[in-house]
């Protein structure tokens, strides 16, 4: 069984700031794929950043970059140079590699506010 | 851009009674999933659907539950007899490729499912 925990319910950030959203996960597999997915209110949830455990170089997609730490199961996410746009909630959430069908588990999310 | 739909974004039932969820898929994934949301907990898988058949489910998918492509464009999600605990935002997912990983999923908005 696979967990994924996070830990802050609610951060809060000002317009062109940095922060980041932490999130830890628990898997007996060793390959597996971690993600951040992104709910803004009232619209779907979309892909923020997607890392390959076996890749050591932590992903980046323009402001948003991860902090993968395999030992120690900690995949946060950090948001530079913050836009009121970011404003959502944000799920963490994990896939085994190889299981045959999508099945993520998910963290019970951050919820990010951006003032300006 | 592609998108997956959902209806009804809202429904509000009397306990016991049948519900469908509608969901139209992004016309070439072959993938298709649905998760639920109580409020205040964690995104759960219910089920993954490929080639017309129910590939995986989780716990949650009960007697209760079904799911069906009726016309090659609709995934629909049935709760047969509805309980106070059904109620939940539930989102249907697609993706083009399976659980290798690498597929990522596209979600609706979710419809919001209140059982009174």
């Known amino acids: 069984a696979q967990t994924v925990t996070q830990s802050q319910p609610e951060m809060s950030v000002q317009e062109a700031e940095t922060v980041t959203l932490s999130c830890t996960y628990d898997?007996?597999?060793?390959?597996?794929?971690l993600f951040w997915y992104k709910q803004p209110p009232s619209r779907q949830m979309i892909l923020v950043i997607r890392q390959e455990a076996y890749k050591q170089q932590n992903a980046t997609e323009n402001r948003f970059s991860v902090n993968f730490q395999k030992a120690a199961k900690s995949f946060s996410l950090k948001i530079s140079d913050s836009q009121l746009g970011d404003a959502a909630m944000y799920f963490c959430a994990i896939i085994r590699m190889n299981s045959g069908y999508s099945t993520l588990t998910f963290g019970k999310g951050t919820m990010l506010l951006v003032s300006p | 851009e592609p998108e997956v739909t959902q209806t009804p974004s809202h429904q509000v039932t009397q306990m016991g009674q049948e519900v469908i969820l509608r969901c139209v898929p992004i016309s070439n994934h072959l993938y298709f999933y649905w998760y639920r949301q109580i409020l205040g907990q964690k995104v759960e898988f219910l089920v993954s659907?490929?080639?017309?058949?129910?590939?995986?489910k989780s716990e949650i998918f009960d007697d209760q539950f079904s799911v069906e492509r009726p016309d090659g464009s609709n995934f629909t999600l049935k709760i047969r007899s509805t309980k106070l605990e059904d109620s939940a935002m539930y989102f249907c997912a697609s993706s083009v490729t399976g659980g290798q990983g690498t597929g990522e999923l596209f979600f609706g908005e979710g419809s919001r499912l209140t059982v009174l």
């Open positions: 659907f490929y080639n017309n058949e129910i590939s995986e």
């Open positions: 898997t007996s597999e060793s390959d597996y794929y």
